[in-house]
Antibody, heavy 119, light 111 residues
Framework: EVQLLQSKIEVKEPGESLRISCKTS????????IAWVRQMPGKGLEWVGI????????RYGPPFQGRVTISADTSITTVYLHWGSLKASDTGIYYC????????????WGQGTLVTASS | DIVMTQSPLSLLVTPGEPASISCRSTQSLNSNGYDYLDWYLQKPGQSPQVLIYLGSSRASGVPDRISGSGSGTVFTLKISRVEAEDVGVYYC?????????FGQGTKLEIK
């Protein structure tokens, strides 16, 4: 059974660093890109970026380029999303998602991590 | 970047009646004979789930009363007979080129 497990809630102050994780299981980790998708409170879905676990190639959406870093650890089949310095505007739910083999068809979603950056 | 525009942004539908959502892109999503357009449904309080990929291919477990059509820059999601379980927000996603982009979402409610 394919699973993507995320921590539920992370609360930090603006300016702090944060790394959230997405632990995957039940399939060949290297064969599927993993994406991150943001949902700000009461808003729609935004594509943050994507990583190929096979070679760690990454791509980012323009609002997130330089703000976050996506990485993968193949030894523990886990993908990460990292902020060096959080802003209040980073608050939202972050979903990790498995991409189909062709890059389309986001077929398995994590339950989402609620990130709150507030003083 | 490719911009995705959905309409309408909200739908109020009587159970058993049909519903239709449109999604338009600012450039063609067709490549090598495939349209790189997916549809997702986010039910209240849940993570999104895929309904349709490559424009018209139904994902596993999706009932056949839900269908996707279109090509190029204009796509449609149709529900032939709306049921209570269809409530939520529907999103289109272009998967042709990064950065991938979502439509604004269409909220479907039951009368």
């Amino acid at each position: 059974e394919v699973q993507l497990l995320q921590s539920k809630i992370e609360v930090k102050e603006p300016g702090e660093s944060l790394r959230i994780s997405c632990k995957t299981s039940g399939y060949n980790f290297a064969s599927h890109w993993i994406a991150w998708v943001r949902q700000m409170p009461g808003k729609g879905l935004e594509w943050v970026g994507i990583i190929s676990p096979r070679d760690s190639e990454t791509r980012y959406g323009p609002p997130f380029q330089g703000r976050v870093t996506i990485s993968a650890d193949t030894s523990i089949t886990t993908v990460y999303l990292h902020w060096g310095s959080l802003k209040a505007s980073d608050t939202g739910i972050y979903y990790c998602v498995r991409s189909g083999m062709g890059g389309y068809n986001y077929d398995y979603w994590g339950q989402g991590t609620l990130v709150t950056a507030s003083s | 970047d490719i911009v995705m525009t959905q309409s309408p942004l909200s739908l109020l539908v009587t159970p058993g009646e049909p519903a239709s959502i449109s999604c338009r892109s600012t450039q063609s999503l067709n490549s090598n004979g495939y349209d790189y357009l997916d549809w997702y449904l986010q039910k209240p309080g849940q993570s999104p789930q895929v309904l349709i990929y490559l424009g018209s291919s139904r994902a596993s477990g999706v009932p056949d009363r839900i269908s996707g059509s279109g090509s190029g820059t204009v796509f449609t999601l149709k529900i032939s007979r709306v049921e209570a379980e269809d409530v939520g927000v529907y999103y289109c996603l272009q998967a042709l080129q990064t950065p991938y982009t979502f439509g604004q979402g269409t909220k479907l409610e039951i009368k």
